[in-house]
């Protein structure tokens, strides 16, 4: 941008400047001629008859000093300033003009040869460049100051169209770039520029494919989940008449031992089935939805109830609206691996309170027990799957927060691990920063908010 | 009461035919959608228990069909698939209740001693718990055969903790009971009204759970 300008402005300048130099060119061979014409026209009177005011005229062309000299063929001075150079004018041409310095200016100078019954004179005139130099400077001005309007207009209108020309891209862009990994919904093309939408057209075609990819992976699933669940069924079954006939009656410890166990390839099959489900989910299969938190949390009040009853644990709940833009069965099983492991964990008589509302701008699902918790340093690995803690009750089978951790992954959400306040135990909430306030009135007003107590 | 067992799997068909006939009940086992049709067609059924995964038409498409022909069977759907998509497209074609593979038996036989009970009870404007009975046609309740004295509103609260038992009411779902009366109605108030109700139910089996922070809870029968 700036070597154009520059190299514009240059060639606008030079052109300017020459039509310049012309004119004054010509203003200071008519100085010339204006000398010319006091010659005399006899060889028998001194050569020139200059009036004191006239050479005073000539010689002053304020601001600029206008010096002259009359000289013959053979360069000898005949009127005027002699400190003046010669210079031979080629036979061919009337007027020579040189740039050169005279009496520690600069100058610009015209040899200018007439005839004269004197024979073959050179006049010289040279006039310093004040004026000159001062057009120089105001044909650069200008030049300058409309080419750098010009200019900067253009790069406005350059910045201003193409940002606006490209904001539909950004939108794209951001779109994309705030896409969890596994949303593979396609591009919505209409309000994009037409110039990119045969590339978004490929794009989603892509998307199509890895869709189907992701169908085909769920179907398995589902399928493998029908395999392993049916005979599943039909041992359970077995099992159960055998013992209503009183089968394991000799031996009531080998009956806990096979139930267990089929509890636990339930469990884990069940484990296995929702991880692979959530890690394979797309958004083929998932269209996110506004979810209630605090509907979500009352809704495990009916489903782990009796367990804990069975093993006293006070099981409570602290409500708050909040919504959040999600999968209902992943939240819902992202709880419930939550609670089931804190139910697991904390031993009898232990207190279990979850607890549903918004941090900040950030709705949080969380569950706080009172057990024995988790040291700082093991926090990362209960992550991992099929880390088990050493020592902790059997049942479990690793993959519980394993399968938090990815739901909340897909939600955008983070998954904390903190002391309790105040007690020993366990503190794990699902942190969903980008939740919006409840968007709807939420039946389930904060039931225990000190407003709602007073009558 | 007479059964329909609609699962191919044969390990599964004869523990369930086995451990509802235990219970009392007549079990016929259908191996297809289409067998299932043919029984239903010329015998009559109190309950149809159908596994979703079927060869050919799945489960599915037997109770939508069942459905469109307006038969009124209660129908209870297996899932193996333990997706949440498929329990609420059961429930969407028509079924009445679903259990996920595996499950346990006595469980299975609860719940079809509540479907029946309830498709047989559409009539029947009684509620019934452990000893209590709520009479919704007359207004009128007794406990271990004595009447009991409840006024509207302690009526309104029990009624709805029996009818969502063992589920968990939120003490808010009970304000909105209320509300036909009460405008203004208060959790303190609630809490008052469930604390006479229990005195009143002190004698009986009944037991009215306070959940942390929700509610209350009335537990299964036992």
């Known amino acids: 941008m700036a070597a154009v300008f520059a190299v514009s402005v240059f060639f606008d300048y030079r052109l300017a400047k020459e039509t310049a130099d012309a004119a004054f060119d010509q203003s200071l061979t008519d100085d010339a001629l204006d000398i010319a014409s006091h010659i005399r026209n006899s060889e028998n009177l001194p050569l020139l008859e200059l009036s004191a005011e006239v050479e005073t005229m000539l010689r002053n062309d304020a601001p600029d000093k206008v010096y002259f000299a009359v000289r013959d063929s053979a360069g000898q001075l005949l009127a005027g300033d002699a400190d003046l150079p010669d210079f031979p004018v080629a036979a061919h041409k009337q007027a020579e003009f040189k740039d050169s310095a005279f009496r520690g200016e600069p100058t610009r100078v015209v040899f200018y040869k007439i005839r004269s019954p004197h024979g073959d004179l050179t006049i010289t005139v040279a006039e310093t460049i004040v004026k000159r130099n001062g057009a120089s400077r105001t044909i650069l001005t200008a030049m300058i100051l409309p080419t750098l309007a010009v200019i900067l207009a253009t790069f406005m209108a350059v910045y201003f169209g193409v940002r606006k020309g490209l904001r539909p891209l950004e939108n794209v862009e951001k779109e994309i770039a705030t896409r969890s990994p596994r949303d593979l919904r396609e591009i919505a093309i209409d309000a994009t520029p037409r110039e990119i939408r045969p590339m978004l057209a490929r794009l989603n075609e892509l998307f199509d494919l890895l869709r189907l990819a992701s169908a085909a992976q769920q179907r398995f699933l589902t399928d493998a989940a029908h395999q392993l669940r049916t005979p599943l069924a039909g041992l359970q079954t077995q099992i159960e008449l055998a013992t209503a006939e009183g089968r394991f009656q000799s031996d009531p410890e080998r009956l ?75 939240l819902r099983e992202a709880l419930a ?62 993959l519980g927060l394993a399968i938090v951790r990815e739901i909340a992954a897909l939600h955008g959400a983070s998954v904390e691990l903190a002391d309790p306040q105040g007690t020993t135990g366990l503190r794990i909430a699902l942190v969903f920063p980008r939740a919006g306030a409840p968007a709807h009135t939420d039946p389930h007003r904060g039931i225990d908010s000190p407003a709602m107590e007073k009558p | 009461m007479r059964i329909l067992v609609v699962e191919d799997d044969n390990l599964v068909a004869s523990g369930i035919k086995q451990g509802l006939s235990q219970a009392g009940y007549t079990v016929d086992v259908a191996d297809s959608a289409e067998a299932a049709e043919d029984s239903l067609r010329n015998e009559a059924f109190d309950l149809a228990v159908v596994d979703i995964g079927l060869p050919r038409a799945d489960g599915l498409t037997l109770i939508r069909r069942l459905r469109e022909q307006d038969n009124p069977l209660p129908i209870l759907v297996l899932t193996a698939r333990g997706s949440m998509e498929d329990t609420i497209s059961g429930l969407d074609v028509g079924a009445d209740d679903y259990m996920t593979k595996p499950f346990r038996l006595p469980e299975l036989s609860a719940r079809i001693r509540a479907l029946i009970r309830r498709s047989h009870a559409i009539a029947d404007t009684c509620l019934h718990h452990n000893g209590l009975t709520l009479d919704t046609n007359s207004r009128t309740a007794t406990l271990g055969g004595a009447p009991l004295e409840l006024t509207k509103r302690e009526w309104a609260i029990l009624e709805a903790l029996l009818m969502a038992s063992p589920n968990v009411v939120s003490k808010d779902r009970l304000v909105q009971t209320l509300a036909g009366w009460d405008k203004d109605i208060t959790l303190n108030a609630i809490e008052v009204y469930v604390s006479r109700l229990r005195a009143k139910l002190a004698e009986g089996y009944i037991e009215i759970r306070t959940v942390r922070g929700i509610g209350y809870r009335i537990d299964a029968p036992a």
Request: charged share 25%; with cysteine.
């Open chain 1, 256 to 330: 806990s031992r096979i139930e267990d166990a089929t509890e636990r390839i339930s469990h884990l099959v069940d484990q296995l089935l929702t991880y692979a489900r959530a890690e394979s989910s797309t958004a083929a299969t998932q269209i996110f939805e506004p979810v209630s938190l605090a509907v979500l949390a009352e809704k495990a009040a009916s489903i782990f109830l009796d367990r804990a009853l069975g093993k006293n644990i006070d099981l409570g709940f602290e409500i708050a609206p909040a919504t959040v833009d999600g999968s209902p069965w992943m």
């Open chain 1, 337 to 398: 691996n939550i609670i089931d492991n804190a139910l697991r964990y904390t031993p009898a008589h232990g207190v279990v309170t979850v607890r549903s509302g918004m941090r900040g701008a950030a709705a949080i699902l969380e569950v706080e027990d009172n057990g024995a918790g988790i040291p700082a340093d093991e926090r990362e690995r209960v992550f991992e799957r099929f880390y088990r803690r050493p020592g902790s009750p059997s049942g479990g089978c690793g």
